[in-house]
């Protein structure tokens, strides 16, 4: 029937208590489809639209700082389109122990429900295909960003310029300001 009974609902959405359907928060509907959406259509990183919406003091769903795995995520999910996808595991992953339990695992895609229409689309279909092209050409390895997601906020003490963190494989380090001051 298209109810959402899958815990709490995606950025961007409510669960309507009485229908038990979704509905867009439009501020948050607003910073999916301009500020992740369309940015990421357009070229953007995903590590770059996390620096923008940190840099705009956006929270993120948890109300803490945006990562770029945050942004694929939503990206790459299918409730933005309308659609609710059920069966996609099967058993429990809770450690309590259980003579009727049974294991935890992931089902294959082809054993998936999907309803479409279930609710107000944020992208569409073609929009999430583009989505999924981009995301396979790229291939998005963990840790494979240049810049960390909290560059530019933090500040130089010296000339107020935006200082750009750097990954690296030991820890992230920053770039020094163009003042010459660290």
Same mark, same amino acid.
């Given at each position: 029937e298209g109810h959402w009974v899958s815990g709490t609902p995606p950025y961007g959405y409510i669960r309507n208590p009485k229908t038990k359907? $979704? #509905?867009?928060? #439009?501020?948050k509907g607003d910073v999916y489809r301009e500020m992740i959406l369309l940015p990421y259509l357009?070229? $953007?990183?995903? @590590?770059? &639209?996390?620096?923008?919406?940190?840099?705009?003091?956006?929270?993120?769903?948890r109300n803490g700082l945006w990562e770029d795995t945050t942004v694929l995520r939503m990206l790459k999910d299918e409730t933005y389109c309308g659609t609710i996808i059920y069966n996609k595991t099967m058993g429990s992953p809770h450690r309590k122990e259980s003579v009727n339990r049974m294991p935890y695992r992931r089902l294959s895609e082809d054993k998936w429900s999907r309803y479409y229409s279930c609710h107000p689309a944020l992208k569409s279909r073609e929009e999430h295909h583009q989505v999924m092209v981009i995301i396979n050409r790229?291939?998005?390895?963990?840790?494979?960003?240049?810049?960390? @997601? $909290? =560059?530019? !906020?933090?500040?130089?003490?010296?000339?107020?310029?935006? !200082? &750009? &963190? &750097?990954? =690296? $494989?030991e820890k992230p380090r920053f770039n020094k300001c163009k003042c010459g001051v660290n």
């Open positions: 359907k $979704l #509905e867009v928060v #439009e501020e357009k070229g $953007l990183s995903t @590590a770059d &639209i996390a620096w923008k919406l940190n840099k705009a003091k956006i929270p993120s769903p790229r291939g998005h390895k963990r840790g494979n960003t240049e810049y960390h @997601a $909290l =560059s530019g !906020m933090v500040k130089c003490s010296n000339c107020g310029q935006s !200082m &750009i &963190i &750097i990954n =690296s $494989l």
